[in-house]
T-cell receptor, first 116, second 114 residues
Framework: GAVVSQHPSWVICKSGTSVKIECRSL??????MFWYRQFPKQSLMLMAT?????????EQGVEKDKFLINHASLTLSTLTVTSAHPEDSSFYICSARETSNTDTQYFGPGTRLTVL | TQLLEQSPQFLSIQEGENLTVYCNSSSVFSSLQWYRQEPGEGPVLLVTVVTGGEVKKLKRLTFQFGDARKDSSLHITAAQPGDTGLYLC??????????????FGKGTKLSVKP
């Protein structure tokens, strides 16, 4: 089956630093990847849609200058949390939409970010 | 804005019992997916239903897509402790599946006690 990886799986950083999270589709090409945020015991909240070779589309209320997204290839999208603050601590999950099968998204294992 | 109402939000049952989780909307979805998520991990796809009235079975799990493509259900027969987890339904709101921005239900946290 389609596999999506995320790196790192967890990260702890100091307030004010930037953190980059990678999302890779390992065995398929994904022109579109999605970034979600999930708070404890809650469902996923879509942050942005990442399209290969173009600018990401951000959901309402998500600061594009704070959450930088780059989708430089058909298998890699990155999310950079700039000047992180404790309120940015969360579980970040990416998903990838297989180019040849547009009905299904495959999710990465998530990245736990803790900002001290 | 399209919404998916998922119920119940929490469910605690004994091993061997049956259960059904529902996802309902007033809007049509081109497809609907069910995921299971364990703590600290990403959601794992269980099934995708595409055709109105479609029924898919995955061992003890039965998934149904409503005829009008506005609702779906997940039925688990003889639940086991290994079924414990967060179950999420997610619909693709664009007819024809051109965008893929999934709309997620709030999830059902299932606990199956031995």
């Amino acid at each position: 089956g389609a596999v999506v990886s995320q790196h790192p799986s967890w990260v702890i950083c100091k307030s004010g630093t930037s953190v980059k999270i990678e999302c890779r589709s390992l065995d398929f090409q994904a022109t579109t990847m999605f970034w979600y945020r999930q708070f404890p015991k809650q469902s996923l909240m879509l942050m942005a849609t990442s399209n290969e070779g173009s600018k990401a589309t951000y959901e309402q209320g998500v600061e594009k200058d704070k959450f930088l997204i780059n989708h430089a290839s058909l298998t890699l999208s990155t999310l950079t949390v700039t000047s992180a603050h404790p309120e940015d601590s969360s579980f970040y999950i990416c998903s990838a939409r297989e180019t040849s099968n547009t009905d299904t998204q495959y999710f990465g294992p998530g990245t736990r970010l803790t900002v001290l | 804005t399209q919404l998916l109402e998922q119920s119940p939000q929490f469910l605690s049952i004994q091993e061997g019992e049956n259960l059904t989780v529902y996802c309902n909307s007033s809007s049509v979805f081109s497809s609907l997916q069910w995921y299971r998520q364990e703590p600290g991990e990403g959601p794992v796809l269980l099934v995708t239903v595409v055709t109105g009235g479609e029924v898919k079975k995955l061992k003890r799990l039965t998934f149904q897509f409503g005829d009008a493509r506005k609702d779906s259900s997940l039925h688990i027969t003889a639940a086991q402790p290994g079924d414990t987890g967060l179950y999420l339904c997610a619909g693709d709101p664009y007819y024809g599946g051109s965008q893929g921005n999934l709309i997620f239900g709030k999830g059902t946290k299932l606990s199956v006690k031995p």
